[in-house]
């Protein structure tokens, strides 16, 4: 009886040697930490399918105090900058920005993230079948009262299957702007004057009397607009905001015709629009 119980165990025991030889390798949940300046970054993945673009993120993370940039940095500061180059079986990475905070300080206005976020990341494979072994290059600033430059490197293979990181990234999706027509928050923008620097007003809807943030961003990333600051006047339901279009690339005039792109952030909620300046 122990001799059969034996034999059964050893037979089970090769069965699954066999079938973990023969399995497919499952991706990390998240790759090494790369310190930098009182920061670090790292990338994680998400839960993922097969046959669906790979959900993974880049996170950074600061000594409190410290913030890093959105896209667009405001009067200071620089974006990050994301390299995939080095990745294999990648076809494609689309980064998203979670919704961004306004600083300011003695230098002017900055537009960014303090003591960390996750940039999550849309990743399409060559070919479905295999993961995605995904090498970044990151460069990027941290800010106290001093900005400094900072850089990393990270790799992870990236599949199907789950991750413990996924609420983490799920929370920061849920964080980008949803892109909707301007219509639906009623915003439009003018110019009120024909100054050398138009004055540019502003006008949306507001759910309530909470505190309203509005980021302007112009066709290009050479633009350079102002901070949309709150103005006077609104109606009951309204809000106004005001800024001078200062900012514009080399030879582009400030009376000329474009699309201007409106991050608003009203409570949890966080809308992107583009509308036409006429």
């Known amino acids: 009886m122990m001799f059969d119980r034996l034999k059964a165990a050893l037979g089970f025991a090769a069965i699954l040697l066999v079938a973990l030889h023969h399995a497919p390798a499952r991706a990390e949940n998240a790759s090494a930490w790369s310190q930098d300046t009182k920061s670090a970054v790292r990338l994680i993945a998400g839960n993922n399918k097969a046959g ?44 998203s920005y ?13 537009v960014g993230y303090k003591d960390g976020v996750i940039f999550p990341v849309s990743i399409v494979p060559k070919d479905p079948a295999k993961p995605v072994n995904a090498r970044l290059k990151i460069d990027y600033a941290v800010c106290e009262k001093l900005c ?9 293979t990236i599949g199907p299957g789950p991750s413990t990181e ?35 007003a502003v006008d949306l809807l507001a759910r309530d009397n909470g505190p309203v943030q509005i980021f302007v961003e112009g066709p290009s990333p050479e633009w350079a607009l102002p901070i949309p600051k709150p103005a006077p006047g609104a109606p009951s339901g309204h809000r106004h905001f005001s800024f001078d279009l200062d900012g ?20 949890g909620r966080a809308v992107e629009v583009t509308t036409h300046l006429d």
């Not at 979670?98 to 900055?110: I, K, Q, V, Y």
């Not at 690339?249 to 409570?267: H, M, R, Y």
């Open 98 to 110: 979670p919704a961004p905070h306004l600083f300011t300080d003695e230098s002017g206005n900055s």
């Open 52 to 95: 669906a673009p790979l959900r993974a993120g880049i996170e950074i993370k600061m000594q409190p105090g410290w913030h890093t940039y959105w896209r667009y940095p405001g009067d200071s500061g620089v974006p990050p900058r994301f390299d995939f180059s080095g990745s294999d079986n990648l076809k494609s990475a689309t980064v």
């Open 148 to 156: 400094v430059p900072a850089e990393g490197k990270a790799e992870l």
């Open 166 to 200: 996924d609420g983490a990234l799920a929370a920061a999706e849920a964080g980008v702007p949803k892109k909707i027509a301007a219509a639906e928050i009623g915003l439009t923008a003018r110019r009120v004057n024909d100054a050398a620097k138009p004055l540019v």
């Open 248 to 267: 514009l690339p080399p030879g582009v005039s400030p009376k000329g015709a474009f699309d201007l792109t409106f991050t608003v952030v009203e409570g």
